[in-house]
Each structure stands twice: as C-alpha cells, then as structure tokens.
C-alpha cells in the first residue's frame, strides 16, 4: 500500500474529566488523504472533529499518536498548512488588504512590498472581492465578505495541506451557497489538498471527493470514508439530478442519524483502526443517461 | 430657533450660558468693601482702615490672566517668573517620569501578561505598592537621590507605573487566541508576533492605562511641587497664597486644570487612533 500525501496515525486524545478521571475523546483514530484530494469529514458536536482539526494545524498536541505530512511527522504549526477558522480571524485593526498581504508576506519574506500587495489582490478578486472593499476594515464588512477574506488569505500561502473548520458555520444559507461556489472555483484552479470540517451533509457532498464519517464521542473514531461518485464540476443545482446524490445522502443521513450512535463506544480487535471505504454508484447498472448529450427532459415526480 | 440647531450648537450655547451666570453669581457675591467711617483709636492702630483682604472677583482674575498670558516667558528673579515657565517646569518633570515609567511599565506589563507564572510572581508587589499614595515616597526619595528636582521627577515615575503596568498586563493577557493562532500558523517569530499582533492588539488597553497615568501624574506633581518648591506650577501656587495674592492663586488653579485637559486631550486622540472595532 503507497503511503498516502498526509497519514494520521492511531491517533489519541484524551482530557482530564475534571472529576479525577480521564475522559478520551478518540481513539486510534488513522486515516489517510492524497495530494490535491478534498476530503470533509462529518460528525457530531462532542466526537473531537475540531481537536482532530487542531492537531492537524499543529496547535494542539495528541495524547498519543502521529501526523505524517509528506513523509514526516508533523510538529507545532507551519506555513505548510493553512488554516480557515470557523470565526474568521482577521485581525481587526487590518484592512482585508492588509489581513491578505500579511500572510503573504509571512510566506514570502523576501518580495518587495508591491509584489505581496499584487499577489493579495490577485486571490481577493478570486474571491470576488475587488476595488473599495478591500481597504475597508472587518468590521464593516459582513460576515460573508469577512470569510471570503479569510479563504483568500489562506489560498494566497499556498499551503500544502488547508484546513477549513466549519468556515461556513456562521453565515446564513444563501451566503453559504455563494461562498462555497467560490471555494469551488478558487480549489479547482489549484489543486489545493483540503481537509474540512462540516455539519451540513449536502455542503459536504457538493466539496467533497470523500467523506469521513465520525461516531459519537467519547471513544469516538473515523469510522467510514464515503467516496462522492458524482463527477466534477458540480454545482449545486447540478448534483441532485445525480443518481448517486439520493443515494450517498441517504447513507450520510442515516449514519448520522442512528448509526454514530449505535457504533459509539464500539472498539475493534484492529489497533489501526482504519475507516471502512463505502463507495455508492448507481450510475454503472442504468443506462447511460441521455443527459450527456441533450438537456433532461422534464420528469413527472411520481414516475 | 433654538431646536434647529444641532446637538453640539446647543450644548455650546447652553456651556456660555452656564458660564456667564456663574461668573456673574460669583461677581455679585463678592461683599463691596465697606466705606470707612468714623474709626475708634484702637481701630485705626490695627489697620481696620485698610481694605480687607477677601475672594477677588472673576474681573480681576480675568486682568490678572490677561497680564500673564501676555508676557508668559518673563523671568525676573527666583520668584518671579512667568507662569509659562512655571508649566513648562511641570510639564518638564511630569512628562521625563512619565516617559521613564512607560519605558519600565509597558515592557513589564508584556511579562506579566504573557506568562501567568510572572503575573502571580509580581501581583502581591504590585498590590502592595499600588496603593501607596506617591508623596509617600517623598522623603525616601529625598533621601536617597539627595536632589529635589529629581525626587519630584521619581514621584511621578512611581505614581504614573501602577495604571499602564497593570493595563498593558491586562491587555497582553487578554489577547484573543485566535489572532495569537494567526500568527502562529503564518510562522512568525515572538518578536514579531509581539509586534504585529499582540500590540495593536493590545494597544487600546495600554493607552487607556496611558491615559490615567497622565492623568494622575498631572494631580501629583502640583502637590509634589509645593514641598520640593524651587519652580513649577504647584510651587507658584504655594508662593502667591505666602503672598497672599488670591488672584494669582485662582488664575493658576485655573491654568492647571487648561493644562491638564490639554493633556487628556492628546491621549485621547492617541486612544482614537488605535482603536479597533471587531
């Protein structure tokens, strides 16, 4: 088996419960993800999605265990892996600008000050964010526009790993809908390795190429890891004309809804504790859809 | 008419108003001298005749600022000088204490808000020599600097310390994680993550705590002043209440408060422009 681009390893978190005891969050947890892969993982509030996230990033330390990025175990954080949080982050007293240039030029220490601010500008209007806007300070930009900020401030560093928790998590639907379009477009012209974090199952299905699935903590652990067989570009009116969609979001709904329940606490004779690969396609046993070629042509709902 | 102004007009005419019927009241309160009649022996032998001594009225004081502020900078003489040289002596003193605590207090405060060890090291001094009042120290000073202008100048380092001390510790502490997490994913150094991230950060708590030590170095020099004597406002004040000369007293009680605001006035812009909305 070829080692994968970033391997976690039987990784373990464990808390103090306050009460004397020991309170473990995961266990053994281990998964894998390729370069220039999107992977998202879901889970409920409480499983250690966002410890997992931190460890990661190298701002937390696991009980035990390893983070391997390319080869090597990874320590403390670093420009190489880039990271969105779920409240943005931007430094208040910056302009988005400024936010941007800064962490170009953390990356970029030898550019000349007008080749940082060129570059800033470039991933801001990949982001749609252009002209008077982006000398305007956070606080008088809305939550959608704060994120978008933050997104192009983590692209700009060209990260080898980026990771997004919950970025969309504040925002309202329609902003989120919009936003992640961008994301979209911005990923696909860079072949970005992302790793995301994610409450809303069809947010996920839409970015993803996988998704890991996480039972309910305590004990909690990466239990599956769903291929996304709908092939890209998608958009998300696009999507659920896909045989697969109903399908994959049926099987995501159901874990989530039941069955991170019922295989909480559950631990395996297998120490690694690798997440079992469920792959849903529907798309290979009907004919070839007619799509392909022409627009589908209206369908009664109750054919 | 008068609600067609805006609120800054009306608060301005109202301040005249008050001002002028403050003044008046405080014209018309003073007793008119009383015309001298028929004095007995005994009176006349101990001066009853001489008008007596009492609260000058705003007029004179206004004539009384009017011949000073006209010749600010004259210096005739030990006690004889310009009330512009007396502030300038004050504001010498405040500001060269005032600037050596900052030096001590905003690097220590960093300390003390970085690491909880240093915080719970230094708080009982702290505690313990924060509410000392400052002329306290005086003697001590004296003692040990053996020179009275620069026992002036350590009261005042010693009364400024305590507010931007423990501000810039609070606002240091208070740093939120995230920005921290933003410098230390991006990779910066501590140096500069103190720079570009903890300072302006911090900067609206530190220079609120700038703006109280100003504040209260400003009320401790004049009193510092009268016991050192020598120049500097608080020692004019103490010299013409020795003269007797109301006047002057009341006209320079009037150029503290100026000066002091005009103090206040220069730390709150500061405090405007480095303040954030998040």
């Not at chain 1, 909480?264 to 004779?269: D, E, K, R």
Request: with cysteine; net charge negative.
């Amino acid at each position: 088996m070829s080692r994968p681009f970033l391997s976690v390893e039987q990784l373990t978190q464990q808390f103090p419960d306050g009460q004397g005891g020991i309170q473990t969050v995961f266990e053994n947890a281990s998964f894998g993800i390729e370069q220039g892969e999107f992977v998202v993982i879901l889970g409920h509030s409480g499983c250690g999605k966002s410890t997992i996230m931190n460890i990661l990033a190298g701002l937390a330390e696991p009980t035990s265990g390893v983070v391997k990025m390319d080869g090597y175990a990874v320590s403390g954080p670093s420009l190489d892996r880039g990271v969105v949080f779920q409240n943005y982050s931007l430094l208040p007293w910056l302009s988005a600008l400024s936010n941007v240039t800064f962490g170009v030029g953390a990356r970029h220490r030898d550019w000349p000050k007008s080749r940082v601010t060129e570059e800033a500008k470039r991933f801001l209007s990949m982001v749609g964010l252009e002209g008077d806007v982006i000398h305007r300070k956070p606080s008088q930009l809305s939550g959608g526009m704060r994120q978008r900020v933050s997104i192009a401030r983590a692209f700009a560093n060209q990260p080898k790993l980026l990771l997004l928790d919950e970025p969309f998590g504040a925002l309202d639907a329609l902003t989120r809908g919009t936003i992640q379009d961008e994301l979209l477009k911005i990923w696909g012209g860079t072949e970005q390795t992302v790793f995301m974090i994610t409450h809303d199952i069809d947010e996920a299905i839409l970015l993803a190429d996988r998704i890991l699935l996480m039972t309910n903590g305590p004990f909690a652990r990466v239990a599956e890891s769903v291929e996304i067989t709908i092939p890209r570009p998608r958009t998300r009116t696009g999507i659920v004309e896909h045989p697969n969609y109903y399908a994959i979001r049926n099987h995501l709904v159901h874990f989530l809804g039941e069955r991170s329940k019922a295989l909480s606490g559950q631990v395996p004779g297998d120490a690694m504790q690798r997440p079992e690969t469920v792959r849903i396609d529907h798309t290979a046993r009907e004919p070839a859809p007619d799509a392909e070629d022409a627009p589908a042509p209206l369908r009664a709902v109750n054919s | 008419m008068f609600a067609n102004l805006s609120l800054n007009q009306r608060a301005a005419i109202l301040s005249l108003v008050l001002l002028a019927v403050g003044l008046l009241i405080w014209e018309a309160a003073i007793p008119a001298q009383k015309a001298v009649g028929e004095l007995t022996e005994y009176e006349r032998l101990t001066g009853g005749g001489a008008p007596k001594a009492g609260i000058p009225p705003p007029s004179e004081v206004l004539g009384k600022a009017w011949d000073e502020l006209s010749n600010p900078f004259y210096d005739a003489g030990p006690n004889d000088k310009g009330i512009g040289i007396q502030i300038g002596y004050s504001l010498y003193r405040v500001l060269s204490g005032y600037f050596l605590a900052a030096l001590v207090a905003i690097p220590l405060g960093f300390l003390i808000g970085m690491s909880p060890v240093a915080y719970r090291a230094l708080n009982p001094f702290i505690q313990v020599l924060r509410p000392i009042s400052p002329l306290a120290w005086m003697p001590l000073a004296l003692f040990v600097i053996q020179d009275s202008q620069l026992s002036a100048i350590f009261v005042i380092f010693i009364c400024s310390i305590w507010p931007m001390l423990l501000n810039t510790a609070f606002g240091v502490a208070g740093v939120r994680d995230d920005w921290v997490n933003v410098a230390r994913t991006h990779e910066l150094g501590h140096l500069r993550t103190a720079f570009t991230v903890i300072l302006p950060a911090a900067a609206p708590t530190i220079v609120t705590g700038m703006r109280i030590s100003i504040g209260i170095a400003w009320l401790v020099i004049v009193a510092a002043e009268m016991l050192v004597g020598g120049t500097g406002i608080g020692y004019y004040v103490w010299n013409e209440w020795n003269n007797l000369d109301l006047t002057s007293v009341i006209f320079s009680i009037l150029m503290i408060g100026i000066v002091g605001m005009a103090l206040d006035a220069a730390f709150a812009a500061l405090q405007r422009s480095v303040a954030y909305a998040e």
